[in-house]
């Protein structure tokens, strides 16, 4: 196959290119709506909101998801908060400070064009869930609340307690039922999509496996959107959902469909660290914390095991508020997390000693409950010091936090144009499972911005676009390319069930996946740890097809089963994102490669060589990935140094 | 740190057409400082690796928020711990040498599917019969031309905080799901948004209830004892005010479009 790189991204004005792009794209009349069928795979915020959109619009939508309702996808746990450039703060916010903190923040490595929609379109997210019903934290006035979050210097996040991402689902959820009731969107709970199917070079349906009976089936469709969220579990430990997997963008990508910049990994700071081996996730404490802790480690490594409580003012050192004196505490995510390492590193950490090393910081609410008072802090963070109480079993009122960087979300993903059509015709990608928007790093706040943007007002535009253009000819269930990947999918699943010299369940090849991941691909990279783990991989994938043990059969609920398709396919990621890793000579946001920083530690860009998406083609052999550049170009904001003094 | 050994008496069911029952295993060197799904993730491999079917349970976001997780330990739903969900049960609760009985929620509405899996979807055949607020896609009035009173909105959040996880209808004699219903009537009834439906939201939300053979609520407050997010039962008061009005201001029901 060949392909193509056009981006697709307007030009002129960047103010009015959406408004310029909507005006010129190809629309379906209301009458035609019902006669095409679109597929989507996902109901977090980017899928839910989608075919709710979509099937309010008159198309005859079916949606998939593998948890056993719409209600549980992984954005549900996201706690802090949406963005949205509505400038209520008065405080000088803009559509245009939005793009250009996501721009800076994303270190210069996203596309002009979608960010700068992104901001646009943000205004409409927060008045499309208020009329939903989703209870944003109010003034007592009655008008919505805000508060700050990373990279920003204005307050323009917008929340529901700790719990923004389970109302703004919530939100998205019964718009979803809605249509479901009304019958123009047909629910497929407890179904994972294991195949694409191509006919024509077109993505037209899918193929699913129902997690209770084992029935394998194909779908076919005019086309199929993926809204299947992050593959940050291929670390093993993350701030993520059990379930999130890569497994759609994986079998995408092995149909056609570029990858884009899967190096980019997401280290968030505020995490709990983690406490055995047994381990099986990482909690993640919102960076809204930021806004009131203060993070510190003791100026001596002789104090690190001492009760924090007892160690005196002067012999702290509040390394954010020394190093990055503007931004202080709320400095980026990749910054405050190299920060913490480094002075975990130099041993100055605190908490258990976890192989030789204290690795947390010490996140202090001490001072924010001497100021505001108990209730205030307990309004603002209530639930989240209940969970951390939990996890640990000390209580954060009284004793400070402790905290550690660990792996939170992917910027990579399906490459996808301005129309978010991946390069396989007819295939669109949404929310965290697309690269775009967000560059190398996440600002706080605006994965859930991305996902209802993407779900509610770009692809019910974009997508009729292709409706409306394309030649589609009927298709059913029994097409040969149909039958072929269902087929596929069985052989694969057989190939599972009966590996050579079965020994281990699918955890054990993970945890090993993770930590090889962690060490040579996480929060700094080099070259020789990159070629190192580019050795390591294959040789795990080889045990795992002859070691891996799965008892159930395949006819019945068999969570081993869909754990193993999970880790194969992670296993085959893994690869792909070191080979990136590898490849880009740079340091830029989640980025870090070692050998490309400045004197001080800072990571240091290579824009004359390296201002480009990374889309990398299967070449049908794993390790020879064929890499495609879509150059950046700047024409609005010019790149600079990232400084957050 | 304290290793415990626990006996576990789980019941097991290989599908929603077999009969179940328990079998008992042995979990040794628990960490304190495991989670109770971690506990049993260390079980399930251990039953992997001997070439025994693990134990099947649902679980996702293991931070207490998506509702997936839950299971009766020792007759309580989500365990002995109070406001807390299964995943976020910490084995420093328990004690060494402590039997524990392991069961799926048990209820005519949420048939066990395998061992520990219900069948839960009944929850969102209630919401798609009404728990929303219609609005369509893009054409949605400025956010704060809708003002909400911050004690109104607070109030809204304490009901919305409900994550479905379906512990109140496992902790009630009835089997009742009025409190989950109650929740998300409550979350939208007190906000403006949701006045216009209110009343027909009420009825349909109730009917639907009662056709998932759901019991009724005869006041037993078991399910706030259970439920991991403390919702209260205030709100099942409530609810059947917004009920009896229902069906005095809107007799006829109209078909939802
Ligand atoms: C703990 C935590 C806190 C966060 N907090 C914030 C925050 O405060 N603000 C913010 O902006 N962002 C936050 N994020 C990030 C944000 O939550 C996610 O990026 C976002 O919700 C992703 O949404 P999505 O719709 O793309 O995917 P998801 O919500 O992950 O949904 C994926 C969907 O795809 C389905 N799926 C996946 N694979 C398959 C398959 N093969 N077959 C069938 N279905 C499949 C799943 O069932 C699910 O329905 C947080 C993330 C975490 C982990």
Redesign the pocket.
């Known amino acids: 196959m060949t392909v193509r790189l056009d981006a697709k991204a307007p030009n002129g004005p960047i103010e009015t290119r959406w408004s310029r792009h909507k005006a010129a794209i190809k629309m379906v009349a209301p009458s035609n709506r019902r006669k095409h069928e679109i597929i989507v795979?996902?109901?977090?915020?980017?899928?839910?909101a989608a075919a709710a959109s979509l099937g309010e619009m008159g198309y005859q939508v079916k949606c998939?998801?593998?948890?056993d309702s719409?209600r549980r996808?992984?954005?549900?746990?996201?706690?802090?908060?949406?963005?949205s450039a509505k400038n209520y703060q008065n405080d000088n916010d803009s559509i245009w400070r939005l793009f250009y903190d996501t721009i800076k923040g994303g270190d210069f490595r996203a596309r002009e064009a979608n960010v700068y929609r992104l901001a646009e379109v943000s205004l409409d997210i927060i008045d499309q869930a208020v009329a939903q019903g989703v209870p944003f934290a109010r003034e007592y006035g009655g008008h919505l609340a805000n508060r700050s979050f990373g990279g920003a210097q204005v307050s323009r996040t917008f929340y529901a307690r700790g719990q923004?991402?389970q109302q703004l689902?919530l939100g998205a959820y019964q718009a979803l039922s809605r249509q479901i009731d009304i019958g123009t969107v047909r629910m497929f709970s407890r179904?994972?999509?294991?195949d694409l199917i191509r006919i024509d070079q077109k993505a037209r349906g899918i193929v699913?496996r129902d997690l209770v009976t084992g029935r394998l089936e194909a779908h076919v469709a005019d086309c199929v959107v993926l809204?299947?969220?992050?593959y940050?579990n291929v670390f093993y430990l993350?701030?993520?959902?059990k379930?999130?997997?890569c497994?759609?963008i994986l079998r995408a990508y092995r149909h056609g469909a570029l990858f884009a910049n899967p190096c980019y990994t997401q280290i968030h700071p505020t995490c709990i660290p983690q406490s055995g081996e047994y381990q099986s996730k990482l909690?993640?404490m919102?960076?809204s914390l930021r806004n009131d802790g203060r993070v510190w480690v003791p100026k001596s490594p002789e104090d690190c095991d001492k009760d924090p409580r007892l160690i005196q003012e002067e012999a702290r050192d509040y390394f954010l508020e020394r190093k990055y004196p503007a931004f202080g505490n709320l400095v980026p995510r990749d910054i405050a997390s190299r920060a913490a390492k480094a002075v975990c590193d130099e041993g100055r950490g605190v908490g258990p000693l976890i192989n030789g090393q204290r690795r947390g910081v010490y996140l202090d609410f001490a001072d924010a409950l001497r100021r505001l008072g108990h209730t205030a802090v307990e309004e603002r963070y209530g639930n989240l010091f209940q969970m951390y109480e939990r996890i640990t079993g000390e209580d954060p009122y009284e004793v400070p936090m402790r905290i550690y960087p660990a792996v939170?979300?992917t910027m990579g993903g399906l490459w996808v144009d301005y129309n978010l059509m991946t390069t396989v015709e007819g295939l669109f990608s949404?929310?965290?499972?697309n690269f775009s928007d967000h560059g190398a790093n996440r600002l706080?706040?605006?994965?859930?911005?991305q996902?209802l943007a993407d779900?509610y007002f770009i692809l019910p535009y974009t997508l009729p676009n292709y409706l409306a253009s394309s030649e589609l000819r009927p298709v059913a269930e029994d097409h040969p390319e149909a039958q072929r990947a269902l087929q596929e999918v069985q052989a694969g699943i057989h190939k599972l069930m009966s590996a050579p010299s079965p020994k281990y369940g699918p955890d054990w090849f993970h945890r090993k996946l993770g930590h090889i991941l962690w060490e040579h691909c996480g929060m700094g990279r080099t070259a020789t740890g990159l070629r190192q783990a580019l050795k390591e991989i294959p040789t795990l994938r080889d045990q795992f097809w002859s070691e891996i043990k799965i008892t159930t059969d395949p006819q019945h609920i068999n969570p081993t089963l869909e754990k193993a398709g999970r880790v194969a396919d992670f296993l085959e990621l893994a690869e792909l994102m070191c080979i990136d890793a590898l490849h880009r000579e740079e340091s830029c946001g989640g980025h870090f490669r070692e050998e490309h920083q400045s004197p001080e530690g800072e990571a240091k860009r290579n824009d004359a060589s390296f201002s480009y998406v990374a889309a990398w083609q299967y070449s049908g052999n794993l390790a020879y990935p064929t890499l495609h550049r879509e150059p950046l170009a700047f024409e609005s904001v010019t790149p600079s140094k990232r400084s957050y003094k | 740190m304290s290793l415990l050994r626990l006996t576990l008496h789980v019941w097991r069911q290989a599908s929603a057409n077999e009969p179940g029952s328990f079998q008992t295993y042995q979990a040794n060197n628990v960490n304190e400082h495991m989670s109770f799904l971690e506990m049993l993730d260390v079980v399930n491999e251990e039953l992997i690796e001997a070439g025994q079917d693990p134990i099947a349970f649902e679980h996702d976001?293991r931070?207490g928020i998506c509702g997936a997780c839950g299971m009766v330990i020792n007759g309580v739903p989500h365990g002995p711990q109070r406001a807390t969900t299964t995943c976020q049960l910490h084995m420093r609760h328990f004690t060494d040498g402590q039997e524990l009985w392991i069961e799926p929620w048990r209820a005519r509405a949420f048939p066990v599917l395998k061992d520990l899996v219900v069948d839960r979807s009944a929850f969102d055949r209630i919401i798609d019969a009404g728990g929303f607020i219609s609005v369509r896609t893009g054409s949605a009035p400025e956010a704060n031309s809708t003002r909400v009173p911050k004690h109104d909105a607070e109030s809204s959040m304490d009901a919305a905080s409900c994550i479905g996880c379906g512990a109140c209808v496992a902790a009630c004699p009835n089997a009742s799901a009025h409190l989950f219903v109650a929740a998300k009537v409550g979350h939208l009834g007190v906000l403006p948004q949701g006045q216009p439906e209110r009343h027909d939201r009420v009825r349909r939300m109730l009917i639907q209830h009662d056709a998932e053979v759901f019991g009724n609520c005869t006041n037993h407050g078991e399910c706030e004892a259970a439920c991991p997010k403390e919702i209260s039962v205030n709100w099942i008061a409530r609810m059947n005010r917004d009920f009896l009005k229902a069906n005095l201001i809107a007799p006829k029901l109209p078909k939802n479009t």
Do not use: D, K
């Open positions: 795979v996902g109901s977090g915020l980017a899928g839910a998939f998801c593998f948890q719409p996808a992984h954005s549900i746990a996201a706690q802090g908060g949406i963005n923004t991402g689902l179904t994972e999509m294991l699913t809204g299947t969220g992050g940050g993350s701030t993520n959902a379930g999130s997997n497994t759609a909690t993640l919102s960076e939170h979300y949404i929310g965290e499972a706080g706040a605006s994965a859930l911005m996902g779900g | 976001c931070e």
